[in-house]
Each structure stands twice: as C-alpha cells, then as structure tokens.
C-alpha cells in the first residue's frame, strides 16, 4: 500500500493532529497535500485511494492484531470441520479452494474491488448533482477549474467510504459475514481478532464461536461457487436498486456550505449522510424487493443448512443461531453508518420467513431437490412465497424434467 498518498490533514481521524493554520510549514504541506489529491482523480467518481488510506487509518485507532500461526491453524481446522460437517445437510459441494485468516486490513484490501462496484454508481450520482451546483454561466469561466469540483466529490465520499469501512472491518467476521461475495471466488476466509470480541459478547467459549462462523462461511462458498449465476443476480439486484436512488441537492448544498477553504479543518466536519434517498416509485419498490428476496433467500439457506448440520454437535447451536440472525436482522452499527453513507440497507429483513421456507423444502422434497432450486433464478421462491412456505413446498414441480444442473 506504499503507492496510497498520504491523507489531506483535512481527512484526519479523531485523534490525528490537523494543521496548525499559524504555522507555515503545516499549512505548506497541507496545501501540497491537496494538490496531490486534486490533481489525481483517479479514474472513477470515489477516490479509491483515499477510501483505502482512511480505512487503514481508521484502523490505526481501534486496532488491528496480527494473526499468528496458531489462530491460522485455527482457521484452517475450523473451515476444514464445517466442510466436513455440511456434507449431508448440503447437495452442493465444497466451494472453499482456499482458508484464509484475515486481519480486518486485510479484509478491506480484499473486498475494495467488490464495494467499487457497489458503490460508484450512487457515488457518480452525487459527483454529478455537485457539478450541476455550479451555475451554467460559471462553468464556461471555471473551464478546466471545473474538473476540480468532480475530484473534490470523488475525495469527500472517499473519505466518508473509508471511514464506513474502516468500522465495517472491525466487525465483520468472515468474507461472507454480510451476505455478499465480497472476496476473491473460493476463498473462505474467517477475521480472528472480531470473533474473538464478538464470542466474548456473547459470554459462549471461543471454539464454538469460530466453528459457527465457520459453518456459515462454508455455506456461503458452496452457494456462490456452484450456482454460478447467483454472484451476478446478488450484485445485479444491488445495482438495480442504487440506479433509483437519487440525491437531495439541498443536502450537498449544505455540505458544501461548510467548506472554509482558509479552514482544513471544516472538511473534517463535513458529513454525507443523508444525501440519498430511494425513490418512490413502483419500478424502485420492486428492485427493493428483488435486493430483499435474494438476499433473505441467500441468508435464509445458510442458516438453515448450518442449523441443521450443527445438530447437536454444538451445544450452543440454538444461542448461537438466534444471536446470528438478530444480528444480521438488526445490521451492527458499522453497517447502518454505510446504510446512511450509500442509502442502501444490506439486510435481509425476511431472513426468518426465508428460513422457514427452505425448512419446509427440507421436510416436504429432501436436501438435493432442495438445492436444485438453485439450478436457475426462475425456480427460486418469490417474495409472495414467503407467506405459506408449506404450500410452495408442497406444489407440484417435477425436479425430474429440469436436467443436469450442475449440483
């Protein structure tokens, strides 16, 4: 990470000291710092760069233990066991090539490329709405001026992006914690310093904790790795929901407001969220929709094929299972600032009624017809089949004619 630039004083954490405005050589090099951000763009509408650095920095304040050999066995041995394990409650087959034990830097340089995928489209919205800010009279005189106001947009959301994933990676737990493939394909990777805090919590011996999550990161490989349209239906609905989201141009105004360029320290102060808002329209409820069901259809299986092939090999399972889905229910903190930043909520609000559902898939067709569901997005339940599971459950699909697909 040698080549990120270093943070504009005006970006600094609590904690970091801003630029003294009476002292020269703090403002020079300041005023050098931003020169250098502004005369990088970067080639999208988020500083990626910046996001990086302050997430790293971010980190600096609450800490990132180092993985030592033993957690790493650990890992290994936990993911190892949960394959195992998932065997008979799961028609799909292992989708871990690699086991991975993540410090929470680790986990940012890791999934970016998947959040810039997330993210650049709401954040080119907002880069937009702060050019259109400039009246069009100004713009001919700004000239080549005018590109700043796109890099400075770029920079601030980096900034604001780098501090929500900067708390997101202390608390997430694996790769796939929050229910999208966030890491390399086929890689499971489990954040040993965070299971650690989050087992404390919950007052249950670490092993447990760590084998739990391990489950659920073994279902979440198998899924994505051998549906292969499911990794794109997941980031497809994402993106069909954000293409709605418009901004409130009296928010940027306002943010744009406190900007004292003679102050560093008032970008420090700037804060983006709030500035989108989903639009209410039928085209935009539905693509809510779509996000809902296949993110509570996704979580929904993975609790349910975890539950049932922890049985009673953990003895916590059942504590263990009603905290996990209170928490991914819930969202922590960390998500619902990124919620607020992006304007998009990443919770599978009917992950109950999901569950529930594919219980009775179990009970009433057998693990592969089950899974073979997966075979195409068509055969999936819909929304309107959350609310009587036994009836979907029960309806009367031949799996005999679909074919081979590939489970």
Known sequence: ?????????????????????????????????????????????????????????????????????????????????????????????????????????????????????????????????????????????????????????????????????????????????????????????LVPANISEYGKGLELPLDEVRLYVAMREAAHQRLFQHVPWLRGHVLTAVEMYAAGITVNREAIEDAMGRIDPTNPESMQAIALEGIFTPEDTPSQKASLARLETALALVEGWVCHVVDEAAGDRLPNVLRLGEAFRRRRAAGGPAEQTFAALVGLELRPRRLREAATLWAALTEHRGTAARDSLWGHPDLLPSDEDFADPQTFARSQLDLGDLGDLGL
């Open 1 to 189: 990470m040698d080549d990120v630039p270093d943070i504009p004083f005006g970006f600094a954490l609590p904690g970091a000291q801003p630029p003294d405005p009476n002292d020269p050589q703090q403002m020079q090099q300041f005023m050098a710092q931003l020169q250098q951000l502004l005369a990088t763009p970067g080639t999208g509408p988020v500083n990626w760069d910046l996001a990086r650095q302050v997430a790293v920095s971010q980190l600096a304040g609450t800490g990132d233990p180092a993985v030592n050999v033993y957690e790493r066995n650990e890992v290994d041995e936990a993911l190892r066991l949960a394959d195992l394990w998932l065997e008979p409650a799961s028609a799909l087959p292992s989708g871990i090539h690699t086991s991975v034990a993540w410090t929470r830097n680790e986990w940012i340089y890791n999934t970016l490329d998947v959040w810039r995928k997330l993210c650049d489209p709401v954040a080119g919205r907002m880069v937009s709405a702060m050019g259109d800010l400039v009246p069009p009279e100004a713009r001919a005189q700004l000239g080549p001026m005018q590109s700043m106001v796109t890099t400075l947009g770029g920079a601030l959301f980096g900034g604001q992006l780098g501090q929500a994933l900067g708390s997101l990676a202390a608390e997430v737990l694996s790769a796939g914690d929050i229910g999208l493939p966030l890491g390399p394909a086929g890689t499971a990777a």
